[in-house]
């Protein structure tokens, strides 16, 4: 079993579930039976499309897999051979029956599912109206059923129809299509999130994820970027979205793990893969937002502009790693709009007697958007007259749907309890928020929001860069197993980073973890420390605020002189700390109010690796639940 690191050709798990069939089996059996072993992820809508009698067969709804399975006990539909499936994680449109995949063309002879964001989809959708489609559903998706449909009605082979449509398509998107009159083909499309063929014994498959087909072929063949696939009973043809053959760059691989094991991506633990995921959750939650000139257009954040630039106070409210988020929040809002910013404990928030108004601003953050707190203090909000913008990661969820507006963040589904790629996200949306209010108001200027946001855009694959260079860190998580205690220290952003690694600590590995401002440690924590006392330290660039810099290296050697055992996590480059480090991890150089992007991931993955050091369960920690539904 590989564990932390990326297994080799393994793919990432996108946010909804995919599944493809031709063969001689029950299409509608291999395909919901596929979407069972998808379901474990997360999604809130489920629907399959079959091809039968020279027709096209149905069915979707919102909820779980079951809703569907009820409604085709219902409503049967007509056997066939070739058909596809999706379980869908929201993200353009809510939860419903109508935004559920498949989309139909208005005819009825194209279905399609989607996994990604479709960045030109609104004028893709104007275009189709323009041209007489009637389209149903809020969704990005649709629009590709109608395009599929009119170039098909023109050349006549879904494999090309989905090529000239794809060079069509900007954004991250897989896409999965039949069409009624190819009764034995299925074709599928990939720029970014995964998808995977299963090779059959006269019989092929294509899914999201191998752990959907591997009960009937561990012969797996990935797709490249910008690849088109064929899928025949007894030939599988995959070319660039130009139509060029892509047999050298095919990638075919031999599945060796279980089931159980394809669902975490080959990782040992859904955390682990959800570490592995943050570059690409950085990605989707920026995808669409920012357009060419480098302005935000943050359109969805549905509160008028000519409210915003009244605002005069922003409080933010969460709980937990969503709370952690806020803090560093506040400093770049702080910074780029000059409103002032409360961070609160939701759990706080109501029982101190707040002073809200209609000018109040408040954001409550919440991966899950069901966390009673956080929905209390909202309403508590609401009832005094302020506006409430949510940052939620869970499309339909009750705290978006009592605010006013909603950022979504795009991590998908985050099923360990421990919030990983949901944090980094959390905070992509609060810069993003930051910035259009700086925007909105004047504050800050299209050249310089484009900078910053030119600046966020590399920041995902700084987070790569550090999830390869994790190794050492395992190393240094595993030889802590045996202590009781770890403090951890910082300052400005780095502050909530170190209450961050510390909640990540104790909630993984059930250990003492205290977050401290280094500030801080001259009025009393510095009289914790005693001889190899692990103490990890988040040190701020160089470069921004040196002032800031030198302080924290003076933190660092007074608690050295004291016998602890200094972990740092620094800027590459930065020498002035390495003579005082006994353990260095290095991040790449970032913007000052940026690093929590980078430095968080290296407390993620201590606290993971600790906890397994100490053979607990990783997943679902002792006492914890994933959203905290009762106050
Ligand atoms: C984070 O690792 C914890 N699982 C917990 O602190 C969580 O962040 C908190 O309960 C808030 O949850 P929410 O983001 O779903 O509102």
Redesign the pocket.
């Known amino acids: 079993m590989t564990h932390g690191r990326r297994p080799p050709g393994r793919t990432l798990h996108p946010m909804c579930g995919i599944v493809g069939y031709v063969g001689g089996q029950s299409a509608l059996d291999v395909v919901l039976a596929g979407l069972r072993r998808l379901e474990y992820r997360g999604y809130d809508s489920a629907g399959v499309a079959v091809l039968a009698d020279g027709g096209l067969a149905a069915a979707k709804k919102a909820g779980k897999l079951a809703n569907l399975e009820k409604e085709l006990a219902g409503r049967p539909l007509p056997s066939g051979a070739t058909g596809i499936g999706h379980t869908r994680w929201a993200t353009h449109g809510g939860p419903t029956d109508a935004n559920a995949h498949p989309h139909l063309d208005n005819p009825g002879r194209v279905a399609v599912v989607h996994n990604g964001i479709i960045e030109n989809f609104a004028a893709l959708r104007a275009e189709l109206a323009e041209r007489g489609h009637a389209l149903e559903s809020e969704t990005d998706t649709e629009v590709v059923a109608h395009l599929l449909s009119e170039v098909f009605s023109s050349c006549g082979d879904l494999a090309e129809s989905m090529r000239q449509v794809c060079r069509r398509l900007e954004g991250a998107f897989t896409l999965v299509a039949v069409h009624a009159d190819e009764p034995d083909v299925v074709v599928g499309a990939r720029r970014n999130s995964p998808l995977v063929v299963g090779v059959g014994d006269g019989e092929n498959f294509l899914a999201s994820d191998v752990a959907a087909f591997i009960a009937h072929t561990r012969e797996a063949i990935e797709l490249g970027q910008d690849q088109v696939v064929e899928l025949r009973r007894d030939r599988v043809t995959v070319t660039g979205f130009d139509g060029t053959p892509a047999d050298d760059a095919v990638r075919a691989y031999h599945v060796d793990w279980d089931a159980s094991a394809a669902e975490k991506g080959g990782y040992d633990y859904f955390m682990l893969k959800e570490i592995a995921e943050q570059p690409r959750a950085v990605a989707d939650t920026l995808l669409g937002r920012i357009d060419a000139a480098g302005s935000l257009t943050l359109d969805e954040v549905r509160i008028p502009a000519s409210v915003l630039r009244e605002v005069d106070k922003v409080v933010i409210v969460?709980?937990?790693?969503?709370?952690h988020a806020g803090m560093i929040a506040k400093y770049a809002i702080e910074h780029w709009t000059r409103i002032p910013c409360e961070t609160e404990l939701a759990s706080e928030f109501r029982y101190r007697d707040p002073i809200l108004d209609q000018r109040t601003l408040v954001i409550a953050?919440?991966?899950?958007?069901?966390?009673m707190d956080?929905l209390m203090a909202l309403r508590h909000a609401r009832e005094q007259g302020a506006n409430v913008l949510a940052i939620c990661?869970t499309n339909g969820s009750t705290?978006p749907r009592e605010s006013d507006a909603v950022l979504y963040t795009h991590a998908g589904p985050e099923v360990a309890?421990?919030?990983?790629k949901?944090?980094l996200t959390?905070l992509v949306a609060c810069y993003l928020v930051a910035l259009y209010l700086g925007q909105v108001r004047g504050t800050k200027w299209g050249d310089e929001v484009g900078s910053v946001v030119r600046e966020l855009s590399e920041i995902a694959g700084e987070v790569e860069e550090v999830l390869e260079t994790m190794e050492p860190v395992r190393e240094l998580a595993r030889s802590l197993a045996d202590k009781n205690t770890v403090l951890f220290l910082g300052r400005h952003v780095g502050y909530p980073v170190a209450l961050e690694g510390a909640?990540?600590l104790k909630?993984l590995a059930y250990m003492h973890a205290e977050g401290f401002a280094a500030g801080e440690l001259k009025h009393g924590p510095i009289a914790l420390i005693e001889d190899d006392l692990p103490v990890v330290v988040v040190v701020p660039s160089p470069r921004g605020r040196s002032v800031l810099h030198d302080k924290i290296v003076s933190n660092i050697q007074e608690i050295r002189a004291r016998g602890a055992r200094t972990i740092v996590i620094a800027e590459r480059g930065d020498e002035a700390v390495r003579p005082y480090a006994d353990h260095l991890i290095e991040v790449p150089p970032t913007p000052v109010l940026l690093q929590p992007l980078v430095a968080t991931v290296p407390l993620q993955v201590f606290a993971c690796e600790l906890a397994t050091a100490r053979g607990n369960e990783v997943d679902q920690p002792r006492n914890?639940a994933?959203?905290?539904t009762v106050e």
């Open positions: 969460a709980c937990g790693t969503a709370y953050i919440s991966q899950s958007g069901e966390t956080t990661n705290i309890v421990a919030s990983t949901a944090f959390q909640l990540k909630e914890l994933k959203s905290v």
